[in-house]
């Protein structure tokens, strides 16, 4: 592929005049001159155009139209064969809304290996002696569809070339005319080592070489194909394969290669439930004019089937902003910077018209300075946050039991199970509990109030039962994960709701390419599977896949944005949710100043050494995927994150 780049003489309009293109040679009909734009000569009338795709259709931007001689030019490859387009049409050619697969003409069906054997170990090592041996490469006798030997050979190329590594060799290549059933069998290649695309023949072995290159390097195809190229013409080889036949052979070979991607995208210690799941987003993604369905396709509203979730009022501990406001002001002072008389009245009047509890609670841990004890910020600032308080009360049994006890006036001191309970489920409770043995009058009832607060948002709420429907799975990758139920519309998908208050993620883009991808783990590091993000990453991205994969929700979810995620859920389905605790990685949690520090998973003691996931490896693949089509980069993101799960699972 011929590339000039922007820097050349060849853009300067005091060197070549305007759209005077001088500096291509007139025997050169057709230049690649910037990515996804060719320079067209058309010798009839002796003018370039210059060529490119806008609004699935090609282009001219010297004559500004879709009907000129460079555009009819063009239209002239159309029907032809992807692998026999020249290189610098290629690129443009695939910028249409569909995938350049539909080109695909490869001959061979049969699943490849993909997984090391002794059958493909001896095939690649008898690859070469075999090849150099024979003269013809055509079926066995006998048709494979109605099992007749009745027919005759037919030659397809009497001079098909097969590339392999360091070598180029040419046979007659035949194919089975049934006399029958009239099948054309054709000559499939796989038992020796090789890919038929019909008009040539790549080796297993090539192709197997650039496919670890893929999974393990940075290496991309062109750079693969640049290195081949050299190597040929080390061995005196001139008849090279050119780069568009050896991308159609990567993607036919990639797309046979056998592979059970439903076990490799399972744990399997987590199984198909996995009850601990880390969830993130990445930057790896493709150009957003590759999407198959372009532009945010939004579901009409029914309000008559709107799903009824939490309100927020249910959720949080405090109600009003303002009172909210003073209140997380409250937490940071210090006796340096306390707060005024007034403020501090006006506070506690507020506290008193909504949680009187509270009130009670702050003045009677004040010592005349308007300032909190230390050993109670962090439990102050929670409750001024917008998060709910379930994130300080969980869903438990031993928790709810240990805090029963300390509201009756027990000392839980002399039961382990109770203690252990607090400490696991609540550390902050626990940190207060450890500082001030035996507890206040004030603090009993704050704890009552706070325990009746947890459950208000599942209190008189409803199981939802969702149709199960197929929302645009060709941008999801879950093989162990199919599509239980469907998603359903909910009242707080129509609101919109103000978010002063929340902790806000910060999302730069690209001006070409989509967001991203959306993925999720297991606690073992075992992926199982994403989703393509058309907009900037959301918490719908998690509470769909949640709410329409899996069996039930998970026990526990790690996420930068678990605080929003969390308030997202309740506000649509907290049944389904009810046991679901949310946290946020200590490697994000210094991002997070406006949420409850329920939300810190460096609090709780028995996941301190729980494995960080993340997406690093999918930064290696960066280069070859952004530019794809839609389904070849979910065919290579699929590849990848499979090999790496495999190597994981079997250690």
């Known amino acids: 592929m011929n590339n000039v780049s922007p820097e050349d003489d060849f853009f300067d309009p005091e060197v070549n005049g305007d759209h005077n293109y001088a500096s291509i040679s007139e025997e050169v009909e057709i230049q690649q001159i910037q990515d996804r734009c060719v320079c067209i000569f058309d010798k009839t ?10 609004s699935n259709s090609f282009w001219c931007s010297v004559c500004n139209s879709s009907v000129c001689s460079h555009i009819r030019m063009v239209n002239s490859y159309k029907e032809t064969p992807f692998h026999d387009l020249p290189d610098e049409l290629c690129d443009i050619f695939t910028d249409f809304k569909t995938t ?13 290996p993909f997984r090391r054997s002794t059958t493909l170990t001896h095939t690649l090592l008898s690859l070469h002696d075999k090849i150099q041996k024979i003269t013809v490469l055509q079926p066995t006798s006998q048709c494979r569809k109605c099992s007749s030997d009745s027919g005759e050979y037919q030659t397809v190329n009497e001079r098909c070339p097969i590339t392999a590594s360091q070598n180029i060799y040419f046979v007659i290549l035949n194919m089975w005319i049934c006399h029958q059933c009239h ?43 640049t290195h081949l190229k050299e190597v040929h013409l080390d061995f005196g080889l001139s008849n090279f394969l050119t780069y568009n036949k050896l991308k159609n052979a990567w993607y036919c070979y990639v797309s046979l290669l056998d592979v059970d991607y439903r076990h490799g995208f399972c744990c399997n210690i987590c199984g198909e439930n996995p009850r601990t799941i880390i969830c993130d987003g990445t930057s790896l993604s493709f ?42 002001r409250y937490s940071k002072l210090t006796s340096v910077s306390s707060m005024s008389n007034e403020e501090f009245t006006s506070m506690i009047s507020a506290l008193e018209k909504e949680i009187p509890e509270l009130a009670n609670f702050i003045n009677d841990i004040e010592d005349g300075i308007h300032c909190p004890p230390t050993k109670y910020k962090s439990l102050i600032a929670s409750l001024s946050s917008s998060s709910p308080v379930c ?35 609540s550390p902050l409770l626990f940190d207060i509990y450890k500082g001030c043995r035996p507890i206040s009058t004030c603090m009993k009832e704050l704890l009552k109030i706070l325990s009746k607060k947890a459950e208000q948002p599942f209190v008189t709420k409803e199981n939802h039962t969702v149709e199960k429907t197929l929302e645009n799975p060709e941008l999801a990758c879950f093989p162990s994960l199919p599509i239980l139920r469907g998603r359903g519309m909910y009242y707080s998908d129509k609101t919109v709701f103000k978010k002063k208050e929340k902790c806000k993620k910060v999302f730069s883009g690209h001006p070409t390419l989509l967001p991203g991808i959306f993925t999720i783990f297991c606690s073992h590091g075992i992926c199982y599977g994403y989703q393509v993000m058309r907009n900037h990453e959301s918490a719908n991205i998690p509470f769909t896949i949640f709410r329409t994969r899996f069996p039930t929700a998970p026990d526990m979810v790690i996420y930068d944005f678990a605080c929003s995620l969390h308030s997202y859920c309740l506000r649509r389905d907290p049944l389904f949710f009810r046991d679901t605790k949310f946290f946020v990685d200590r490697f994000h949690w210094y991002n997070h100043k406006a949420c409850s520090r329920g939300y810190n998973l460096h609090l709780y003691l028995q996941h301190n050494t729980l494995n960080e996931q993340g997406n690093a490896g999918l930064k290696r693949i960066k280069d070859q995927l952004s530019y794809m089509t839609q389904q070849n980069f979910m065919t290579h993101c699929r590849l990848f994150l499979y090999n790496k799960n495999i190597n994981k699972i079997n250690g």
């Open 183 to 225: 099948e054309k069998n054709v000559y499939e290649g796989l038992d020796d080592g090789l890919l038929n695309m019909g008009s040539y023949i790549v080796t297993h072995e090539l192709l197997r070489s650039y496919l670890h290159g893929f999974l393990h390097g940075k290496c991309t195809l062109f750079a693969f194909y």
């Open 287 to 328: 150009r957003k004019k590759m999407l198959l369905q372009p532009g945010n396709i939004k579901a009409q509203i029914d309000d008559e089937k709107l799903l009824y979730g939490s309100s927020f009022k249910e959720m949080v501990f405090v109600a009003n902003a303002t009172t909210r406001k003073m209140l997380k």
């Open 45 to 54: 009338t002796a003018t370039y155009g210059i060529i490119m795709v806008m």
């Open 391 to 425: 994130v300080l009360i969980p869903n438990n049994k031993g928790l709810h039991d240990a805090l029963q006890k300390l509201c009756d006036g027990d000392d839980i001191q002399c039961n382990p199970d109770l203690i252990r309970s607090l400490q696991e489920q």
């Open 100 to 112: 350049s697969n539909q080109f695909l003409v490869q001959k061979s069906t049969l699943k490849i």
